[in-house]
């Protein structure tokens, strides 16, 4: 019998007993936190994701729940020093322990190096793609070098002239 699995609600101990693996691609507009990034820009692009459960061998106790996911994504974005549009690209390609609750998992974060999750048995595949799509963003996206020049000066010629125009609130002291 082969197993069916579906990525909103992944049993992932199960997922990751059968070795299986997830590919997709779906929609900007299926992660709306992605899309609230992009102004709404860019709702047709593509999101790639492909997700491998594994178990592998712990010493001293039981196979270790592992998922491995990679997902990309091209987001058009403000650029922050032209304001102009800039495509970025984004890649994510981490790996997951999963542990038996979310108590567990809280303990072992500050310990271990890995990124470890509670195991669920319809965990949230696409939720997860999102939160480290998210991450993966930078936090000023701008141009390698801008298609346009950039003013980097802020001096408008009538607000000097006006400023020279008043006299000084200390000239009146005099």
């Given amino acids: 019998m082969k197993n069916e699995f579906a990525a909103e609600r992944l049993d992932v101990k199960a997922f990751a007993q059968a070795g299986a693996r997830l590919a997709g691609q779906d929609a900007l507009q299926r992660h709306a936190r992605l899309l609230a990034e992009t102004q709404g820009a860019g709702a047709d ?11 592998r061998p712990a010493l001293g106790g039981p196979d270790q729940i592992w998922l491995h996911l990679q997902a990309k994504a091209a987001l058009p974005l403000t650029c922050q020093r032209c304001l102009g549009p800039v495509n970025v690209e984004l890649a994510v390609d981490r790996s997951f322990r999963f542990v038996a609750d979310e108590d567990t998992a809280a303990a072992l974060d500050d310990e271990v190096e890995e990124d470890v999750l509670a195991l669920s048995k319809s965990f949230d595949l696409p939720a997860l793609i999102e939160d480290e799509l998210l991450m993966a963003l930078p936090l000023v996206p701008r141009h390698g070098t801008c298609p346009v020049p950039v003013k980097l000066e802020a001096v408008d010629p009538a607000f000097e002239a006006e400023s020279a125009a008043k006299p000084s609130p200390f000239a009146v002291l005099a």
């Fill in 45 to 55: 692009l593509p999101v790639d994701w492909a997700a491998q459960g594994e178990l």
